[in-house]
């Protein structure tokens, strides 16, 4: 088939989902044909980096390779290797020029299908610089068009050039597109796109686009469609999903909607992420309160201690206005567990300011904490200020928060020593024969005696050792 008869077709599709179907067909001819002269399946191999909004993406382009064809590999074997990329912080940029870089021989001697797609392409000087020292790339897209992907696979697989689509705008996210989960009984699913915060140090707001928000009744539909297909647990997926609905044409809170959730029926678990303090309203708190489903786990990223600091980082609370919030969710769900983001060595944070954060640690006593050095994102606010902190000290920081928030996560961990918790059964424990992992309400991980068939399923176990991180637990 020549690229000139797909695109030309007279009966190619003008909407959408219908046209980007019409080319998992005509990919799926492509591939039909390449498996004859070879004589065996065509593989396919995901590298996800980032967050859980890139692990959805990364189902819904699974999906799609899988009706077209191609079956899940390892690198080693792939005809085709696909990098979902993330550019919160540097280190996960440099990740992907070193994957990239140890790639170049291997796509030489198997004429693999390299393929780039996810946040850090929506930054022109990355797609520049991949152009240049990395030709052998054939695809790369952005973050506003992967519903597009069916297509743009049919084109690269048909043109001898890199061929690059980046979108600047967002367009109207598409509906009912194949989507391949990596758990069967759990799913992400998103209910808004992009953000409108602005935090100085973040470059989401410019790679994923303004904030937009699904109808509450295309999420409403997926999830039932999911719990019909054996999922019993939700993740709700947003930037900032206290805003949600905010842009809708009939704006609706997400309190609203999680109770619209909780009424479907096999649905279990409901868990979301991630809440901005700042948006976190008693109408939410209530809901969680009352509800049956929704795990009794709150993100909250505190990003920073120290009120000059936050102001800086344009998060609009202050210490004081966050530890009111803690107290008040506290009062109505006593055994809800915290967990928080941290940025250390922001510009211009001083030894009193980073005294500031350690403060709020120790008073909330956070069930878990993710530390991150801070990390100048080109076209930032926050990147141009003269005022950086120096390497070593904010290392030196970083080392002394990890500490304590490790120090606390573990002692909290170790109150519920002896209690009997609900798992959701998750995979064979690859470490220790005869046992399976489960995730507990609260996100936490206990590992216990047991076999396959627990998978998907939940059980009542008692938490017998803490182990920091994980529990050593058997079925009660
Ligand atoms: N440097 C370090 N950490 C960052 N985060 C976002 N941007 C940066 C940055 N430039 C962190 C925040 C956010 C989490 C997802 O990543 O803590 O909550
Ligand atoms: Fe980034 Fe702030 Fe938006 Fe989170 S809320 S994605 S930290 S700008």
Redesign the pocket.
């Known amino acids: 088939m020549k690229m000139e008869d797909v695109f030309a077709a007279r009966d190619l599709p003008q909407t959408e989902p219908a046209r980007q179907y019409y080319f998992i067909d005509a990919a799926k001819t492509i591939v039909g044909e390449k498996e004859r002269q070879l004589g065996r399946k065509l593989n396919y191999c995901i590298h996800t980096f980032g967050?859980q909004m890139n692990a959805r993406d990364s189902e819904k382009l699974a999906g799609i390779l899988r009706q077209a064809g191609y079956v899940q590999s390892t690198e080693k074997e792939a005809d085709l290797i696909l990098f979902n990329t993330c550019t919160?912080?540097e280190n996960a940029n440099n990740k992907v020029y070193g994957r990239l870089g140890a790639l170049s021989h291997y796509k030489k001697q198997n004429d693999a299908m390299v393929i780039l797609c996810g946040c850090m392409m929506q930054e022109k000087h990355v797609v520049e610089t991949i152009l240049e020292k990395y030709p052998f790339v054939d695809l790369i897209f952005g973050t506003h068009n992967i519903y597009k992907f069916a297509e743009l696979l049919v084109r690269a697989m048909q043109s001898e050039q890199t061929v690059v689509d980046i979108r600047e705008d967002e367009g109207e996210p598409v509906e009912d597109l194949p989507v391949s989960r990596k758990y069967p009984f759990k799913s992400g699913v998103n209910i808004m796109y992009g953000c409108n915060n602005f935090c100085s140090?973040?470059?989401v707001p410019y790679v994923r686009g303004r904030e937009r928000s699904r109808k509450p009744e295309d999420i409403l539909q997926e999830i039932r469609r999911l719990t019909e297909d054996g999922v019993v647990e939700v993740m709700l997926l947003g930037q900032n999903v206290n805003s949600y609905g905010k842009t809708l044409e009939e704006p609706m809170s997400f309190a609203r909607l999680l109770e619209q959730v909780e009424q479907i029926p096999h649905l279990e678990r409901i868990r979301f992420m991630t809440s901005h303090p700042k948006d976190l309203s008693d109408e939410l708190i209530d809901v969680l309160s009352r509800s049956k489903k929704i795990c009794p786990h709150l993100h909250l990223?505190l990003?920073s201690g120290s009120s000059a600091v936050l102001k800086a980082m344009n998060r609009r609370y202050t210490k004081e206005e966050y530890l009111r919030l803690v107290d008040k969710i506290r009062t109505k769900i006593p055994d809800i567990a915290l967990t928080t983001?941290?940025?250390v060595g922001f510009p211009g944070e001083t030894e009193e300011d980073f005294m500031e954060t350690m403060d709020v640690v120790e008073r909330v006593r956070f069930d878990g904490a993710f530390t991150?050095?801070?990390?100048k994102?080109t076209g930032t606010p926050a990147a141009a200020r003269q005022d950086q902190v120096p390497e070593d000290v904010a290392k030196e920081r970083f080392d002394r928060l990890l500490a304590l928030v490790q120090k606390i996560s573990g002692e909290k961990a170790a109150q519920a020593e002896g209690s009997v918790a609900t798992a959701l059964v998750e995979e064979i424990n690859a470490q220790e024969e005869g046992y399976v992992t489960g995730r507990l309400d609260n996100n936490a991980i206990v590992h216990f005696p047991g076999g396959a068939s627990l998978i998907g399923t939940l059980v009542k176990v008692r938490l017998k050792e803490c182990k920091g991180f994980y529990y050593m637990g058997e079925q009660v």
């Open positions: 967050c919160v912080r140090y973040c470059i990223p990003q983001d941290i940025i991150f050095l801070y990390s994102r």
